[in-house]
């Protein structure tokens, strides 16, 4: 097969949505190497075009989050204050950026917005404790910052799938029979 030949082929191939692939292409140029070498100097420039292209290169870090020095210091920053009231502008402020300009870019390094972050790490600063204090549920509500018991119950439903008392009771009878077989 002639160098116009595979050329109209391929053209043929990518107007009919088939782009061809790269064992393909790769198996042309050999084939061509020895009968037409300018052919397959333009098959491996094609070659090399298809596998240059954006699409073909692995996945990169998302662009426009936070800098991996702020995700640290915004991270340590919220797990030093739970127990208070966060406001976005206060976070911003951690890393000289705008309110807007931060939550777009927490968003992106974080996968959630700022409020869920928080939300998703007072629960779980709560498992802990429900697990390690006979606080009650409403002392620990107050230690991770939420208004009140029924708060950390609706919160901690809609993200464990179970009330906290419920959780609690369960996970502490299973760390109960744990220890037991241990004795």
């Not at 210091?73 to 009231?85: E, I, M, P």
């Amino acid at each position: 097969m002639d160098a116009e030949a595979k050329d109209s082929m391929l053209r043929s191939r990518a107007s009919a949505g088939m782009p061809p692939s790269a064992a393909t292409l790769l198996e042309d140029v050999r084939q061509m190497m020895e009968r037409d070498p300018q052919g397959a100097h333009a098959a491996a420039l094609h070659l090399v075009s298809l596998l240059a292209r954006p699409e073909n290169v692995g996945s990169t870090a998302p662009r426009g989050g936070l800098a991996p020095w702020q995700m640290r210091k915004v991270d340590r920053y919220l797990r030093a204050t739970l127990n208070s009231s966060v406001q976005v502008e206060d976070l911003a402020r951690q890393v000289s950026l705008s309110a807007s300009h931060f939550s777009r870019a927490f968003k992106t390094s974080f996968g959630a917005t700022p409020h869920m972050y928080i939300i998703h790490l007072r629960l779980k600063l709560a498992q802990t404790l429900m697990l390690t204090t006979p606080d009650s549920l409403s002392q620990i509500a107050l230690l991770c910052g939420l208004a009140d018991q029924a708060h950390l119950s609706k919160l901690f439903r809609r993200e464990v799938g179970e009330t906290p008392g419920a959780w609690r009771r369960r996970n502490l009878w299973r760390d109960f029979g744990r220890r037991a077989e241990d004795v």
